[in-house]
C-alpha cells in the first residue's frame, strides 16, 4: 500500500509541519519528518523558480517485508543542480561529496551520511528525487523513463481535477478493490483507481474529505441498494473494534445483490422481505488478551415473524456473510435481531446493548467521532486503529474497502469513513482521532 501526500504551496507544508499527521505514521516518522523539511527549505530557497502548481510530493511506502519508508519528489526548476547538491550536503552534516553519475537524462547522486546510512537521489528535468530506499529510487528511475509517472496516468488526472483550487494539502490513496464485499456480481471489479482527498487539521482530529465516481458494482450499491442511515453509536457494542453500516433502501434489492449467481432458496425470499432500516456487521474482541474475535450481524425485522428460526436455519444468504456452518440469533425485546455463527456471540452481544455497553456508552472519544458524521449516509466504516493498526482489518476485508478508506498503517487511534451518494458521485470522508 502507498500513500502520497501532494503539496502545492508552503502554506500546506507549514500545516502538515505544524499538525499531527506525523503521528499517524509512527514507522515512516523519522524519513518524513527528515523530507518534510528538506521540502519546506527547498519552498524557501526555490520559490521563485516555482510554477504555481502542485510542486512537491511525499510518498509513504509501506512494502510487505520491507522497512517502511518514504520518497520525495520536489520541482524546483531546470537550473538548480548544483544548489541542490550544495543544500542537501549542508543538511546532512556531512563533509562527503555526494557520488553523482549521469544515466541519459538523469543525474544520479548518494550521500554518505555520518550515522553510516546513505541517502540516495536523482534530478531529471527540474525535479528532484530523494529517499533512503535504493530499491524506490530505481523503481521511480524506470517510471520516469518510460513516461509512467503518475503525471501520465489518467486516473490520477482525473483525480487531481476532484480537488478544489484553494486546498493546500492532498491525500493521494489507491489499491486494486475486489467488490465482492459488496457484490457477488461475476462481473466484479478489481482496477486500481486513484482517489484525490484533501487533508485539513482540526484540534485533535484530521479531516480526509472527497470525492470519487465509484466503478461498479460499487456504483450500484451506493445508488440503487443502498439508502440513507442515520449513524447510532447506542446499536454497536463497546467492544466492536471493527463495524460497517449499510443503510437500507429495499432488503429485497439488496439481499439480490448478494445473492447474483446462488441458488435461493425459499427461506431466503421469506428473509428479504423481512428488513428495514439498515444492516450491521461488528467485528467484536472476545476477551481483553487476545483478538479471538466474532462477527455479529444485526437486522431489523418489519414484524415478529414465527418462521425466523427455519429462515436463519437455511439462509445461504446469511452463511455468505457468516462463513460458518451454524447461525445463531437472538431476537431482542424492541426488534433487533442479532445473528451469528457462535451462541455466545449473540447472546453477549445482545446483553451489551440491553446494559447500555455500547460506543455511545463507553466510547466517548469514537461517539464522538459519530456526532461529525452526516446524517443520511449510506455507508458507514468505522474502528479501533489501535487494534486495526497492529493486527490489520479484518480477514474478510482484505482487498475489499473502497479506495478511500485508510490503511491500517495510516490509523492512529479511533476513526470513521462515511460515503453518500449524489447522483453517481459519491461523497467519502473520514475523520481521524488522535
Same mark, same amino acid.
Not at 464522538?368 to 452526516?374: H, P, T
Given at each position: 500500500?502507498?500513500?502520497?501526500?501532494?503539496?502545492?504551496?508552503?502554506?500546506?507544508?507549514?500545516?502538515?509541519?505544524? =499538525?499531527?499527521?506525523?503521528?499517524?505514521?509512527?514507522?515512516?516518522?523519522?524519513?518524513? !519528518?527528515?523530507?518534510?523539511?528538506?521540502?519546506?527549505?527547498?519552498?524557501?530557497?526555490?520559490?521563485?523558480?516555482?510554477?504555481?502548481?502542485? #510542486?512537491?510530493?511525499?510518498?509513504?511506502?509501506?512494502?510487505?517485508?520491507?522497512?517502511?519508508?518514504?520518497?520525495?519528489?520536489?520541482?524546483?526548476?531546470?537550473?538548480?543542480?548544483?544548489?541542490?547538491?550544495?543544500?542537501?550536503?549542508?543538511?546532512?552534516?556531512? +563533509?562527503?561529496?555526494?557520488? /553523482?553519475?549521469?544515466?541519459?537524462?538523469?543525474?544520479? %547522486?548518494?550521500?554518505?551520511?555520518?550515522?553510516?546510512?546513505? %541517502?540516495? &537521489?536523482?534530478?531529471?528535468? &527540474?525535479?528532484?528525487? *530523494?529517499?533512503? !530506499?535504493?530499491?524506490?529510487?530505481?523503481?521511480?528511475?524506470?517510471?520516469?523513463?518510460?513516461?509512467?509517472?503518475?503525471?501520465?496516468?489518467? +486516473?490520477?488526472?482525473?483525480?487531481?481535477?476532484?480537488?478544489?483550487?484553494?486546498?493546500?494539502?492532498?491525500?493521494?490513496?489507491? =489499491?486494486?478493490?475486489?467488490?465482492?464485499?459488496?457484490?457477488?456480481?461475476? =462481473?466484479?471489479?478489481?482496477?486500481?483507481?486513484?482517489?484525490?482527498?484533501?487533508?485539513?487539521?482540526?484540534?485533535?482530529?484530521?479531516?480526509?474529505?472527497?470525492?470519487?465516481?465509484?466503478?461498479?458494482?460499487?456504483?450500484?450499491?451506493?445508488?440503487?441498494?443502498?439508502?440513507?442511515?442515520?449513524?447510532?453509536?447506542?446499536?454497536?457494542?463497546?467492544?466492536?473494534?471493527?463495524?460497517?453500516?449499510?443503510?437500507?433502501?429495499? *432488503?429485497?434489492?439488496?439481499?439480490?445483490?448478494?445473492?447474483?449467481?446462488?441458488? *435461493?432458496?425459499?427461506?431466503? @425470499?421469506?428473509?428479504?422481505?423481512?428488513?428495514?432500516?439498515? %444492516?450491521?456487521?461488528?467485528?467484536?474482541?472476545?476477551?481483553?488478551?487476545?483478538?479471538?474475535?466474532?462477527?455479529?450481524?444485526?437486522?431489523?425485522?418489519?414484524?415478529?415473524?414465527?418462521?425466523?428460526? @427455519?429462515?436463519?436455519? #437455511?439462509?445461504?444468504?446469511?452463511?455468505?456473510?457468516?462463513?460458518?456452518?451454524?447461525?445463531?440469533?437472538?431476537?431482542?425485546?424492541?426488534?433487533?435481531?442479532?445473528?451469528?455463527?457462535?451462541?455466545?456471540?449473540?447472546?453477549?452481544?445482545?446483553? !451489551?446493548?440491553?446494559?447500555?455497553?455500547?460506543?455511545?456508552?463507553?466510547?466517548?472519544?469514537?461517539?464522538?467521532? %459519530? +456526532?461529525?458524521?452526516?446524517?443520511?449516509?449510506?455507508?458507514?466504516?468505522?474502528?479501533?486503529?489501535?487494534?486495526?493498526?497492529?493486527?490489520?482489518?479484518?480477514? *474478510?476485508?482484505?482487498?475489499?474497502?473502497?479506495?478511500?478508506?485508510?490503511? #491500517?498503517?495510516?490509523?492512529?487511534?479511533?476513526?470513521?469513513?462515511?460515503?453518500?451518494?449524489?447522483?453517481? /458521485?459519491?461523497?467519502?470522508?473520514?475523520?481521524?482521532?488522535?
Amino acid at each position: 500500500m502507498t500513500l502520497l501526500i501532494g503539496v502545492k504551496d508552503k502554506e500546506g507544508l507549514y500545516e502538515l509541519s505544524q =499538525n499531527n499527521f506525523g503521528n499517524y505514521i509512527s514507522e515512516n516518522r523519522t524519513i518524513y !519528518d527528515t523530507l518534510l523539511t528538506i521540502s519546506i527549505q527547498l519552498k524557501e530557497i526555490f520559490q521563485a523558480d516555482l510554477p504555481n502548481k502542485e #510542486n512537491a510530493f511525499i510518498c509513504l511506502h509501506n512494502r510487505m517485508n520491507h522497512s517502511p519508508s518514504a520518497t520525495l519528489w520536489h520541482y524546483v526548476g531546470n537550473n538548480n543542480f548544483k544548489k541542490i547538491l550544495l543544500f542537501l550536503q549542508k543538511k546532512f552534516e556531512t +563533509s562527503f561529496k555526494p557520488v /553523482v553519475q549521469e544515466l541519459n537524462d538523469f543525474k544520479i %547522486f548518494q550521500y554518505s551520511l555520518p550515522n553510516g546510512q546513505f %541517502f540516495f &537521489g536523482f534530478f531529471h528535468n &527540474g525535479t528532484i528525487c *530523494l529517499t533512503q !530506499d535504493y530499491h524506490i529510487l530505481r523503481q521511480s528511475i524506470h517510471s520516469f523513463s518510460d513516461n509512467k509517472s503518475i503525471e501520465h496516468n489518467l +486516473s490520477f488526472q482525473q483525480a487531481s481535477a476532484t480537488i478544489g483550487k484553494s486546498v493546500h494539502t492532498i491525500l493521494y490513496n489507491t =489499491n486494486a478493490v475486489d467488490y465482492e464485499l459488496y457484490t457477488n456480481n461475476n =462481473n466484479q471489479s478489481k482496477n486500481k483507481q486513484w482517489i484525490a482527498q484533501e487533508l485539513s487539521f482540526d484540534k485533535n482530529k484530521t479531516w480526509i474529505t472527497g470525492m470519487i465516481i465509484p466503478e461498479q458494482p460499487l456504483e450500484t450499491l451506493i445508488n440503487k441498494i443502498t439508502n440513507g442511515c442515520e449513524p447510532d453509536p447506542y446499536i454497536f457494542s463497546s467492544r466492536t473494534y471493527f463495524g460497517i453500516r449499510y443503510g437500507i433502501k429495499e *432488503l429485497k434489492s439488496f439481499w439480490k445483490q448478494f445473492s447474483n449467481g446462488k441458488n *435461493l432458496t425459499s427461506t431466503d @425470499s421469506i428473509l428479504m422481505e423481512t428488513g428495514r432500516g439498515s %444492516f450491521n456487521i461488528a467485528w467484536n474482541i472476545v476477551t481483553d488478551s487476545t483478538l479471538q474475535t466474532n462477527k455479529v450481524i444485526t437486522l431489523y425485522p418489519k414484524d415478529s415473524i414465527p418462521q425466523i428460526p @427455519s429462515i436463519l436455519t #437455511n439462509s445461504n444468504l446469511l452463511n455468505y456473510f457468516l462463513d460458518g456452518d451454524s447461525i445463531y440469533f437472538s431476537l431482542s425485546e424492541d426488534n433487533r435481531l442479532y445473528i451469528s455463527n457462535t451462541f455466545d456471540a449473540t447472546q453477549h452481544y445482545a446483553q !451489551d446493548i440491553k446494559n447500555g455497553n455500547t460506543i455511545a456508552l463507553k466510547q466517548k472519544t469514537l461517539s464522538q467521532l %459519530f +456526532s461529525q458524521v452526516g446524517g443520511n449516509v449510506n455507508l458507514l466504516f468505522f474502528g479501533n486503529g489501535v487494534l486495526l493498526k497492529k493486527h490489520g482489518y479484518p480477514s *474478510l476485508m482484505k482487498n475489499r474497502l473502497p479506495g478511500c478508506m485508510p490503511p #491500517n498503517f495510516l490509523l492512529s487511534n479511533y476513526f470513521i469513513t462515511e460515503m453518500a451518494s449524489e447522483g453517481k /458521485v459519491v461523497y467519502c470522508n473520514t475523520i481521524m482521532s488522535e
